[in-house]
């Protein structure tokens, strides 16, 4: 394991550039960084340690599907049941 200083150049994920890109260290605990700052965009963050997040879609995916399971299947529509399409009203198209 490298020995980092402040002011050593490591790659990191920006949450700004959305992209793995050279960061200088800020702050450090101990010999590990804390603190990042994008020599791109000046951003400065947490260190993520080059993990990228997963995509939004995903995580609602994930979430959702969640939802459906905790839900009670009796209250629940079946995906089966026929829905009704007709409100009542005749469709007048031309013929009287």
Known sequence: MPEY???DIIDDYCVKCRRIMNHAI???????PAK???RTCYHEQDYRH????RPK???KK???NE???KMNPSETPSEHSPKS?????????GEG
């Open 62 to 64: 994930e979430l959702f």
């Open 50 to 53: 080059e993990e990228v997040p």
């Open 67 to 69: 939802v459906l399971s």
């Open 26 to 32: 800020v702050s450090l605990i101990g010999s590990e």
């Open 57 to 59: 879609s995903e995580r």
């Open 5 to 7: 200083r402040l002011g």
């Open 85 to 93: 399409k007709s409100k009542g009203h005749a469709d007048t198209g």
């Open 36 to 38: 990042v700052r994008c």
